[in-house]
């Protein structure tokens, strides 16, 4: 007599892709933003499939793709002899994915987000330092289970923070410095369980480090 085989555990992108779901049905107004706060913790906090059902059981079937319409000549139009060109255009960037799982990791320096940006943090630390990375416009979804993770901001960028952690913290600990300015903004969707993640401008500690950097640069 063969022993039943043990549930499938929940991948990265199944959890996306559930979450995905329970922010249209937010958007649709099934579900308030608490309900939707309360729903991904659940989500996160799940290790196999059948622990998704009762978040999902009040809710629509997830519809299919509209069908393939006809091929689309992969020939760019060409623009009109008044058209302006952008040569300076940025091309269309795909979702990043950060992972620090029972370790720590940093993106520090002059770096390129994705677009959007997703963090998973498992009972380890994740720092962003956004002081020099090449955007205007950055949106993370930072996912956080029983670790820290911390947004590093210029002073004077425009930060909008939200978002819930289950038995942890979402917090907004930026300060304003006369006279600073950044035309940097920050969107930052917090979720997870038993973590922290926090969004502040640079310490003392943060300088000194790019003091110290700066200068090993210029003695090479």
């Known amino acids: 007599m063969s022993e039943d085989r043990p549930e499938v555990r929940l991948s990265n992108a199944e959890r996306e892709a559930i979450v995905d779901r329970l922010k249209v049905a937010q958007d649709e107004g099934r ?62 960037k795909s979702t990043r994915w950060m992972f620090a799982v029972m370790s720590g990791r940093q993106s520090r320096g002059r770096w390129s987000p994705g677009a959007p940006n997703r963090t998973f943090t498992l009972m380890g630390s994740q720092t962003l330092d956004l002081t020099q990375v090449d955007a205007v416009d950055v949106d993370i979804r930072a996912f956080t289970m029983m670790g820290e993770t911390k947004i590093i901001v210029p002073p004077g960028a425009h930060v909008d923070v939200g978002g819930f952690i289950l038995m942890g913290e979402t917090s907004n600990k930026t300060h304003d410095e006369e006279g600073a300015s950044s035309p940097l903004r920050v969107r930052v969707r917090s979720y997870g369980l038993m973590g922290e993640c926090s969004v502040r401008t640079p310490g003392k500690r943060d300088v000194i480090r790019k003091m110290i950097n700066k200068k090993i640069r210029e003695l090479e």
């Open 31 to 92: 579900i308030d933003l608490h309900e939707f706060e309360e729903r991904v913790g659940q989500v996160y906090a799940a290790k196999v499939s059948s622990e998704i059902g009762p978040v999902l059981a009040d809710l629509p079937a997830a519809q299919p793709p509209p069908p393939a319409g006809p091929p689309i000549s992969q020939q760019a139009p060409t623009p009109p002899a008044n058209a302006t060109i952008d040569l300076h255009a940025t091309p269309v």
